[in-house]
Protein backbone atom coordinates (compact mmCIF):
# COMPACT_ATOMS: atom_id res chain seq x y z
CA UNK A 1 0.00 0.00 0.00
CA UNK A 2 1.11 3.77 -0.31
CA UNK A 3 3.11 5.19 2.47
CA UNK A 4 1.83 8.74 1.48
CA UNK A 5 0.39 11.41 -0.42
CA UNK A 6 2.29 14.26 -2.16
CA UNK A 7 1.29 17.42 -3.36
CA UNK A 8 0.25 19.33 -5.47
CA UNK A 9 -0.60 16.24 -7.99
CA UNK A 10 0.65 18.59 -10.82
CA UNK A 11 2.69 21.52 -11.05
CA UNK A 12 3.16 23.88 -13.99
CA UNK A 13 5.52 26.59 -13.64
CA UNK A 14 8.03 28.89 -16.07
CA UNK A 15 11.45 28.40 -16.83
CA UNK A 16 13.89 29.87 -13.82
CA UNK A 17 11.33 29.64 -11.26
CA UNK A 18 11.14 27.21 -8.05
CA UNK A 19 8.76 24.34 -7.82
CA UNK A 20 8.07 22.80 -4.22
CA UNK A 21 7.01 19.67 -3.99
CA UNK A 22 5.83 18.87 -0.50
CA UNK A 23 5.08 14.87 0.63
CA UNK A 24 3.52 13.43 3.49
CA UNK A 25 3.57 9.95 4.93
CA UNK A 26 2.07 7.78 7.82
CA UNK A 27 4.73 5.63 9.62
CA UNK A 28 7.86 5.59 11.11
CA UNK A 29 10.99 6.04 8.96
CA UNK A 30 14.75 5.46 8.46
CA UNK A 31 14.75 7.76 5.84
CA UNK A 32 13.13 9.09 2.72
CA UNK A 33 14.17 9.60 -0.63
CA UNK A 34 13.18 11.57 -3.51
CA UNK A 35 13.17 10.22 -6.93
CA UNK A 36 12.76 11.04 -10.63
CA UNK A 37 10.57 9.60 -13.46
CA UNK A 38 10.96 10.54 -16.82
CA UNK A 39 7.78 9.83 -18.77
CA UNK A 40 7.49 5.48 -19.26
CA UNK A 41 10.86 5.05 -18.19
CA UNK A 42 12.60 4.14 -14.99
CA UNK A 43 13.16 5.88 -11.86
CA UNK A 44 16.31 8.08 -11.17
CA UNK A 45 17.57 8.46 -7.38
CA UNK A 46 17.93 12.54 -6.77
CA UNK A 47 18.93 12.40 -2.73
CA UNK A 48 18.35 10.70 0.66
CA UNK A 49 17.44 12.49 3.93
CA UNK A 50 17.96 10.23 7.02
CA UNK A 51 15.01 10.71 9.73
CA UNK A 52 18.17 12.69 11.90
CA UNK A 53 18.45 15.13 9.28
CA UNK A 54 16.76 17.63 9.09
CA UNK A 55 17.77 19.70 5.79
CA UNK A 56 19.78 18.16 2.68
CA UNK A 57 21.08 20.13 -0.69
CA UNK A 58 22.20 18.39 -3.85
CA UNK A 59 23.50 21.02 -6.60
CA UNK A 60 19.67 22.83 -7.22
CA UNK A 61 17.61 20.75 -4.82
CA UNK A 62 16.65 21.47 -1.05
CA UNK A 63 15.33 18.87 0.97
CA UNK A 64 13.19 19.23 4.16
CA UNK A 65 12.59 16.51 6.62
CA UNK A 66 10.11 17.16 9.49
CA UNK A 67 9.39 14.23 11.32
CA UNK A 68 7.50 15.60 14.08
CA UNK A 69 5.14 16.21 11.46
CA UNK A 70 5.68 13.23 8.84
CA UNK A 71 6.43 15.47 5.98
CA UNK A 72 9.06 16.12 3.79
CA UNK A 73 9.69 18.78 0.46
CA UNK A 74 11.71 19.27 -2.42
CA UNK A 75 12.99 22.32 -3.64
CA UNK A 76 14.13 22.56 -7.17
CA UNK A 77 15.26 26.09 -7.71
CA UNK A 78 16.13 27.86 -11.14
CA UNK A 79 14.01 25.57 -12.39
CA UNK A 80 14.92 24.42 -16.38
CA UNK A 81 12.54 22.42 -19.27
CA UNK A 82 14.78 19.28 -18.61
CA UNK A 83 13.23 19.14 -14.71
CA UNK A 84 9.68 18.13 -16.82
CA UNK A 85 9.22 14.78 -15.03
CA UNK A 86 7.13 13.07 -12.27
CA UNK A 87 8.56 12.92 -8.65
CA UNK A 88 8.12 10.88 -6.09
CA UNK A 89 8.84 10.71 -2.90
CA UNK A 90 9.76 7.23 -0.95
CA UNK A 91 10.06 5.88 2.55
CA UNK A 92 12.65 3.85 4.00
CA UNK A 93 11.16 1.83 7.30
CA UNK A 94 12.73 0.79 10.26
CA UNK A 95 13.25 -3.21 9.75
CA UNK A 96 16.16 -4.30 7.70
CA UNK A 97 13.12 -4.86 4.87
CA UNK A 98 14.61 -2.15 2.44
CA UNK A 99 11.29 -2.08 1.39
CA UNK A 100 10.25 1.84 0.05
CA UNK A 101 6.96 3.05 -0.21
CA UNK A 102 6.21 5.26 -2.71
CA UNK A 103 3.82 8.59 -2.27
CA UNK A 104 1.07 9.07 -4.91
CA UNK A 105 3.65 11.83 -7.20
CA UNK A 106 3.90 15.24 -8.39
CA UNK A 107 4.04 15.58 -12.15
CA UNK A 108 5.88 19.03 -12.82
CA UNK A 109 6.27 20.67 -15.99
CA UNK A 110 8.62 23.24 -16.62
CA UNK A 111 7.51 25.72 -19.54
CA UNK A 112 10.16 26.87 -21.56
CA UNK B 1 28.20 3.35 -11.54
CA UNK B 2 24.78 1.44 -11.02
CA UNK B 3 23.46 0.09 -14.07
CA UNK B 4 20.25 -1.93 -13.80
CA UNK B 5 19.05 -3.46 -17.07
CA UNK B 6 15.43 -5.12 -17.23
CA UNK B 7 14.40 -7.10 -20.89
CA UNK B 8 12.73 -7.11 -22.77
CA UNK B 9 11.66 -3.44 -22.86
CA UNK B 10 7.82 -3.87 -24.02
CA UNK B 11 5.95 -7.16 -25.06
CA UNK B 12 2.42 -7.89 -26.21
CA UNK B 13 1.19 -11.29 -25.45
CA UNK B 14 -2.10 -13.12 -26.54
CA UNK B 15 -4.07 -13.57 -23.17
CA UNK B 16 -3.38 -16.95 -21.42
CA UNK B 17 0.14 -16.77 -22.41
CA UNK B 18 3.26 -16.77 -19.90
CA UNK B 19 5.78 -13.71 -19.85
CA UNK B 20 9.03 -13.58 -18.55
CA UNK B 21 10.68 -10.23 -17.51
CA UNK B 22 14.39 -10.30 -16.69
CA UNK B 23 16.08 -7.78 -14.59
CA UNK B 24 20.04 -7.30 -14.61
CA UNK B 25 22.46 -5.23 -12.03
CA UNK B 26 25.11 -4.57 -14.75
CA UNK B 27 27.97 -3.90 -12.80
CA UNK B 28 27.27 -4.56 -9.09
CA UNK B 29 26.03 -7.53 -7.52
CA UNK B 30 22.80 -7.41 -6.13
CA UNK B 31 21.78 -9.06 -3.02
CA UNK B 32 18.46 -8.14 -2.72
CA UNK B 33 15.96 -6.75 -5.85
CA UNK B 34 12.44 -5.40 -5.96
CA UNK B 35 9.72 -5.63 -8.67
CA UNK B 36 7.21 -2.71 -9.15
CA UNK B 37 4.13 -2.31 -11.05
CA UNK B 38 2.63 1.35 -12.38
CA UNK B 39 -0.43 2.03 -13.91
CA UNK B 40 -0.93 5.43 -16.15
CA UNK B 41 -0.49 8.21 -14.46
CA UNK B 42 -0.03 6.57 -10.66
CA UNK B 43 3.09 5.73 -8.44
CA UNK B 44 4.94 2.39 -8.02
CA UNK B 45 2.98 -0.43 -5.70
CA UNK B 46 5.78 -2.75 -4.67
CA UNK B 47 5.09 -6.45 -5.71
CA UNK B 48 7.27 -8.06 -3.79
CA UNK B 49 11.23 -8.12 -2.53
CA UNK B 50 13.33 -10.30 -4.13
CA UNK B 51 16.77 -12.09 -2.35
CA UNK B 52 19.01 -14.38 -4.08
CA UNK B 53 19.30 -17.65 -3.11
CA UNK B 54 15.57 -17.60 -1.83
CA UNK B 55 12.24 -17.23 -2.09
CA UNK B 56 10.59 -14.22 -3.07
CA UNK B 57 8.61 -12.37 0.03
CA UNK B 58 5.28 -11.22 -1.92
CA UNK B 59 3.18 -7.86 -0.69
CA UNK B 60 -0.23 -8.24 0.66
CA UNK B 61 -2.77 -8.56 -2.39
CA UNK B 62 -0.27 -9.90 -4.85
CA UNK B 63 -0.58 -13.62 -5.91
CA UNK B 64 2.84 -15.72 -5.83
CA UNK B 65 1.63 -18.56 -7.85
CA UNK B 66 0.75 -15.34 -10.77
CA UNK B 67 4.08 -13.20 -10.40
CA UNK B 68 6.61 -15.99 -9.97
CA UNK B 69 9.63 -14.26 -9.06
CA UNK B 70 13.18 -16.31 -9.81
CA UNK B 71 16.12 -14.81 -7.91
CA UNK B 72 18.86 -17.12 -9.39
CA UNK B 73 22.09 -15.19 -9.17
CA UNK B 74 23.77 -12.03 -7.65
CA UNK B 75 22.82 -10.31 -11.02
CA UNK B 76 19.46 -11.75 -12.11
CA UNK B 77 16.31 -11.58 -10.96
CA UNK B 78 13.32 -13.03 -13.32
CA UNK B 79 9.45 -11.96 -12.96
CA UNK B 80 6.94 -14.16 -14.94
CA UNK B 81 3.38 -13.68 -15.52
CA UNK B 82 1.74 -16.59 -15.98
CA UNK B 83 -1.34 -17.26 -17.81
CA UNK B 84 -1.50 -13.39 -18.20
CA UNK B 85 -5.08 -11.48 -18.70
CA UNK B 86 -5.66 -8.30 -20.05
CA UNK B 87 -5.34 -6.71 -16.41
CA UNK B 88 -2.00 -7.75 -16.16
CA UNK B 89 -1.14 -5.29 -18.41
CA UNK B 90 0.67 -2.40 -16.83
CA UNK B 91 4.02 -1.30 -16.22
CA UNK B 92 6.20 -3.36 -14.61
CA UNK B 93 9.71 -2.02 -13.21
CA UNK B 94 12.29 -3.48 -11.07
CA UNK B 95 15.04 -2.33 -9.05
CA UNK B 96 18.55 -3.12 -7.30
CA UNK B 97 20.71 -2.52 -4.43
CA UNK B 98 23.96 -2.75 -3.50
CA UNK B 99 24.54 -4.42 0.04
CA UNK B 100 26.95 -2.27 2.84
CA UNK B 101 26.39 0.78 4.05
CA UNK B 102 24.85 2.70 1.47
CA UNK B 103 22.48 -0.27 0.43
CA UNK B 104 19.36 1.94 1.23
CA UNK B 105 18.91 3.53 -2.47
CA UNK B 106 17.43 1.55 -5.16
CA UNK B 107 19.03 1.77 -8.33
CA UNK B 108 15.73 1.48 -11.02
CA UNK B 109 15.82 -0.75 -14.36
CA UNK B 110 13.97 1.24 -17.24
CA UNK B 111 10.76 -0.58 -16.91
CA UNK B 112 8.93 -2.90 -19.28
CA UNK B 113 5.51 -2.29 -20.82
CA UNK B 114 3.30 -5.27 -20.80
CA UNK B 115 -0.02 -5.11 -23.00
CA UNK B 116 -2.40 -8.53 -22.82
CA UNK B 117 -4.47 -8.86 -25.41
Known amino acids: SQQGEEDPQALSIQEGENATMNCSYK?????LQWYRQNSGRGLVHLILIRSNEREKHSGRLRVTLDTSKKSSSLLITASRAADTASYFCATGGMDSSYKLIFGSGTRLLVRP | GAVVSQHPSWVICKSGTSVKIECRSLDFQATTMFWYRQFPKQSLMLMATSNEGSKATYEQGVEKDKFLINHASLTLSTLTVTSAHPEDSSFYIC?????????????FGPGTRLLVL
Open chain 2, 95 to 107: SARKPGLAGETQY
Open chain 1, 27 to 31: TSINN
